[in-house]
Each structure stands twice: as C-alpha cells, then as structure tokens.
C-alpha cells in the first residue's frame, strides 16, 4: 500500500544536494483515464514531529516539505491512490485518529509524540475506514434504485 523511503543527510553535503534522487521513487501523479486520484501521505521530521496530508502529486509536495525543513525528514511514506472524492474524508479521518495517539500542534497537520508505525497505522486505518464506507454507499444507493 506505498513505500517508506529513508531519506539521510549527507555528511559535508549542502542540505538541498542530498537525498534528491530519493524523490524519483515517489509517484508524481495517478493516471487513471477519467478517473481524479490523490494520494495521503506522512512525513517523519528529524526533530520527532510528523505531518500527514494529501496531494496529487505527492513527488512535489513531499520534496516541498524537505526543502523546507532544509533537509531535515527521516522519512516519508505516500500511500496507494484513491479517489479524488475519498481524498479529503480519509485526510481528516487520519488526523482525527492520529490526534488519539499523539498530540496535534495547534489545528494544523503535524504531530508530536507520534511514531513512525503509528502515523502510518492511523492513515491505513481511515483508508480502509473510507473505502469500506464507500462501498456501503454504492450497496445502500443500488438497493435503492432496484427498489424504485
């Protein structure tokens, strides 16, 4: 259901030289015809704080938050895709059970106090959580078309 890709710093490098060819691995975008896709991800920092979130192309938001912390990530594991119109629920849904776990700074994405199997132990869960859910939508609007 994805990949968990170590990303080290280098010793004597510059932060932004190092680690970039780790972002080729990740998938840059779902091509499904007709289809909208997206991606949750997690981001482990050096500092002990972790980040979930969703994107499109995960390649190019996961290499954002590295840049950004100059290249202080541990890891980052970005998920299967799923439905576009699944994306957002399951988003909050890994928030609300992360929460439970470790402790949200502020009312933003990003965790303290929650580990690596963890953070994706939540995300897993509220994706299972929402394609079951979506399942029982499609069973429940079916059932009731064939009885109309």
């Known amino acids: 259901m994805g990949a968990v890709i170590p ?3 280098g010793r004597g490098r510059k932060p932004t030289q190092d680690g970039r ?5 990740l998938p840059m975008h779902a091509a499904a015809p007709g289809r909208r896709l997206g991606f949750l991800y997690a981001v482990g920092y050096l500092d ?3 980040k979930i979130g ?3 192309n ?6 954002s938050h590295w840049t950004t912390a100059e290249g202080r990530i541990a890891w980052a594991h970005v998920f299967a895709p799923i439905d576009h119109h699944l994306l957002a629920g399951a988003e909050y849904s890994a928030l609300c059970e992360a929460a439970k776990v470790g402790n949200r700074i502020g009312n933003t994405e990003m965790f303290t106090g929650l ?4 953070a994706l132990a939540c995300v897993r869960e509220a994706i299972a959580w929402r394609l079951s859910w979506d399942k029982r939508v499609e069973r ?3 059932a009731l078309r064939g009885a109309a």
Do not use: I, K, M
Request: proline share 4%; glycine share 4%.
């Open 140 to 142: 429940t609007e079916f």
């Open 54 to 56: 969703r994107s499109a």
């Open 21 to 25: 060819q780790c972002f080729l691995l």
């Open 7 to 9: 990303l080290r710093r």
């Open 48 to 50: 002990g704080r972790v």
């Open 58 to 63: 995960p390649r190019r938001r996961v290499f």
């Open 115 to 118: 580990t690596r199997a963890d």
